[in-house]
């Protein structure tokens, strides 16, 4: 990753008038690919063509996903059964692990968003160590291009295969990464306290998410050991120029959407919370999707239910010489298929925005 | 009401190149206020220019709702400092009872939408009986357009005042209405079981909608007693064509949107399940926003959120001789402010999906 | 089912000072063995020795439902292990289908408190027609008696083996059956439109029950074909005396426990909804779970949550010659574990009360 | 606050055969209030025979907490007309700041558990600055004995007035202060990140604390200025035996009960995080109400709920050197109205868990 490229394109190099992109969803039957769907709905620039869903296959979408049975979308298919000639693009929201070979055959013509882990960590022995196994295409792994939009822009902007950052790494880089480039807080010492709603665990059917299971409580879960800890590792070591560690403690609590991210960090080089808040301010000054609050003000993850924003903040700590930021996302769209799209409007030159125009839905 | 007029129309009279509709939300520091906004921002013929709230005047939008915060809109005045010569459209979202004054005092060029009950009932006795003072604005009422959109579009374009219905009229009065105009359901025996999210409620701070009270539970409420059992008997005894009373119970549920209608009928002159679905089938057919779904598929709230839809289906009962509708909306759209916008857009000659195309948001 | 037997037992025959019954549950690692477990641990008569789970066997309580890990319960183990010598009492509480081997196997010595549905319905054609198998157990089925503990006590007395009655078969049949033995509603035509919580789906990993699935959204299901329609008109059509069907609605709601039933019914002889009121009120004047609410007040699910209560009352309906019934049960309390622990209680002399004088938990 | 007095009485001192304790709650209109009403009605040694609502004076128990009201509970009244003759201990659950004026003017002859925070804060001056205006009962405030049942047992023995601990505090302080004592955490770096149910912000009519408002989202709120921070500072600071402050982050989420603490800190002396878990361990050994969860196993608040319990366990971090502790308590119990009955059982002299023995209730 580019240390910044901050500035959102001017030109989009896409041609409005031309025909749309066609797009491919693979893996369309889980809940970001409900969320690429709603979206890309209303993206003035492309046309959904395939949904693939290799247990759903042959089944309409009005059956997976009742709230999309209105929008004339195709029926599901096997992967197998798709004509590539007719794709431009691809969104793969395929389970973590399964990418890697898909993605592999895929005719390199063809511009890819991956929504999964696969091709995340840019060092394969840490893929390995934490997924368990060998990396299945380390050649695409050295292609793959971290898609932390706002920070990686001309990369983004220049790549054939996105690596679509997780919900929990977008919701703490989008803060720590500008603070640590700044070398305003402290590197080796940073605690992430994140909380979660339940659609980040997928659509899979679990005991552990059954409504009764979730509903009225909340735990921590995968505490110093959930994958999403090596993921922002690498982003934040890079933006401090040395490898680091974090403290990294998701929760699982009982809504559907959005991620909040509670992050206490020491202050460094004399910065106050004032300084950190004014570079962040500075950093995502002209950024359509990142929010920086008025002081005082907390983000609330309902703020942004069902929008690409991000929203957050910086605190004084009531101890001595630490801050703590507060960062708001929803889960399913900057934390995923919002992002994605993002990132494939940056590949493809359309407006950034494009598709993304959308207010968040409160209450 | 006119019995019906089903076909939308097929030219809209707004050149889109003119300047923006100048609109002002009265009363919008609400719920249905700031979902006037959320859609509203997204129409691309109108532009907000006015925003009043008596006890938030003075406010940002940021601070009434922060999910609105970074969408440039301009801040609350007390009504008394609007300049009604900058608006071309009101959408009044009022308490119940204080519409009629505001307005009977705007100037006569302005065409409004009323989201209030003040002027849904066409018989200002009715009124009287059920809101406890005589109507203030008899004149007015007489003016008022009843604006249940896909059954009195003739109506809503020649108005120059819509009263919205009420969320549970619309859920209710969709389904039925069709089916009392083809003679197929039994007037004088319709029982129509509601179940609502909180936001019907409002925003007002009230004990029995705090968290704790709503959450983990369902009741019914306002059980045979209800202000809008009246204005769907009004609706369904014109339909009918003849006068009838309805069983009415509305329930309040723990979710913040949604109506679900489960309505039991006693079906007339050998009509079948099936038919009444033909019915509505045929009704709905070239219609956006209303959808009879396939055969044996109940609506769920959850697949209409945030959207203006309405689904639909019918059911053999066990009991011989009846059936079972189902009809359910999202309260805040298609049973507030998406209406209220649709007939706005009716009244203008926007295309009538204007800023209602919003996919709906799931999970 | 005996017409009724109103009258609690004055005199429990169990002698405390005794050692406790040695209770066993079959089927443990599900919502009602929980509960059951929940309450039997407060029983001050009996002992939980025995818990099998097929799947589960091996596994501490602590594991499968930490919320009980602090209660010194014994390790879950496979049914062949257990030694029935040492067993004085089985609550059953196995999926559907799987009872009637399991219980007609065990020895005669032991009585039983079926929760599932598998000896619910006394004709065995019906119970055929509605699980799409023969009964396994038709003399089992002969012997079992329907344990609707308040209106069947004598039969539950003198039972060996009680079918504890479903969570909605209880809502509806507690305020339907008195009023039906007086006559006063109409038996063709009862319209039984029930809420439920989502536990009553169990705890099996099912994409339909995930948080996501089931939060912010309201839907029926099974209309006109669940299963618990047949065990409600068996109950009704005895009251009443005449076979009759019911119209029966299930919802799911995003709540984990309770049931909500509103029932439309036509007055008859002259009856009025205050005459249906007064029955119920004398019916259950002197029952500890059942209670009939001051005139006007609606019973809430939440206001019974924990408990083993009934909360019921009458309201007269808008239409003429109707009235509207609302029940209200803790779907896992009254609608299963509690009531099997009632019966129990009758079953072996203890106090009808004894482990379940829980208070309602609120919020 | 003596340092530890950790083990449970052996011999109550109270006789079970006298007459009962008779039983004042004032401010009983509350959930802390309704939540002492649920578990005193089960305690064995107490009649509650005065509740006292300003407001609600006059009302019975039904109309204010229909769960309660099959319970034979007597009837709201104002304080003026409680003779208090007829009291032997006072429960007060009024609102923070009405109380100091309440209690100085109690007979002393009667003892006094306090809800509030008003006589927390054993240092005057620290109540004025976090409270805005003078302690208005210094000689009491000095009497005064922290609640923190577990750990000043001796204290709370022997104790007139007791200020029952905040929920955050209880949280907090049961895993901190034994570790502190221990030298086993650095006292100056302790961060605590905590969520909690919305019942904590009491029943009063708020619109922040509506469903609409609370459901599908997370905030925090109070950051680095909540008034439970100098509550926790003073536990903390005591057995640290050094002055400290805390980084204490509360947030809101949507449930009705529970709290989690998850806290970070730094290891001290060589400590590992299994040196923690055992110093827990070992402290807790012979509590009923506090727990040590297997290693690996993180506390939900959901296991907790409706209980008097605190779960706990400690996990090491992956920044080197540091830890991370999680425990888990239902707000309204073991954070409030439970350890109020616990420490009225401490200083009456009856089975610390009498009234206790609640098994939590889940799903």
Same mark, same amino acid.
Request: aromatic share 8%.
């Given at each position: 990753m580019t240390a910044t490229s901050p500035s959102p394109p001017?030109?989009?190099?896409?041609?409005?008038?031309?025909?749309p992109v066609r797009v491919a969803i693979l893996g369309a039957s889980g809940y970001t690919g409900a969320e690429l769907m709603r979206l890309l709905l209303r993206?003035?620039?492309?046309?959904?063509?395939t949904l693939t869903g290799?247990?759903?296959?042959?089944?309409?979408v009005a059956e997976v996903f009742p709230h999309l049975a209105s929008f004339g979308l195709p029926d599901l298919v096997k992967?197998?059964?798709?004509?590539?000639?007719?794709?431009?693009?691809v969104f793969c929201a395929l389970p973590h692990g399964t990418t890697q070979d898909v993605i592999a055959a895929l005719p390199k013509t063809i511009k890819v968003c991956d929504l999964?882990?696969?091709?995340? &960590?840019?060092?394969v022995e840490t893929y390995a160590k934490w997924y368990g196994h060998a990396h299945k295409a380390p050649d695409l792994q050295r292609e793959a291009?971290?898609? &932390?939009s706002e920070l990686n822009r001309t990369g983004v902007q220049n790549a054939r295969l996105v690596a679509n950052p997780g919900c929990y790494p977008t919701s703490a880089q989008l803060p720590l990464i500008p603070l640590l480039l700044a070398g305003q807080?402290?590197?080796q010492e940073i605690i992430i306290d994140a909380k979660s709603g339940v659609?980040?665990?997928?659509?899979?059917?679990k005991q552990a998410n059954l409504f009764g299971e979730v509903a009225e409580g909340i735990h921590p879960y995968?505490?110093?050991?959930?994958?999403h800890a090596p993921e922002i590792e690498q982003g934040l070591s890079l933006a401090a120029g040395e490898p680091l560690l974090v403290a990294f403690t998701p929760h699982l609590m009982p809504m559907s959407r959005g991620i909040l991210a509670t992050t206490y960090v020491r202050l460094k080089g004399g910065a106050t919370a004032a300084d950190l808040r004014a570079t962040l301010a500075e950093t995502y000054?002209?950024?359509?999707?990142v929010k920086v609050l008025p002081e005082g003000i907390a983000p609330q993850t309902r703020h942004v239910r069902g929008s690409n924003l991000c929203l957050m903040n910086v605190f004084a700590d009531r101890l001595p010489g630490r801050a703590i930021i507060v960062s708001a996302i929803d889960n399913l769209v900057k934390g995923a298929s919002g992002q994605a799209i993002q990132n494939m409007n940056i590949m493809l030159g359309f407006d950034e925005t494009a598709g993304l125009e959308v207010v968040p839905v409160y209450p």
């Open positions: 001017e030109e989009p190099s896409h041609d409005p008038d031309t025909a993206h003035p620039g492309v046309q959904i063509t290799e247990r759903q296959a042959g089944r309409p992967m197998e059964q798709v004509d590539w000639a007719n794709v431009d693009f999964s882990a696969d091709f995340r &960590l840019a060092n291009v971290y898609g &932390l807080v402290e590197a659609s980040g665990a997928g659509r899979d059917a995968g505490i110093a050991s959930h994958r000054a002209k950024e359509p999707f």
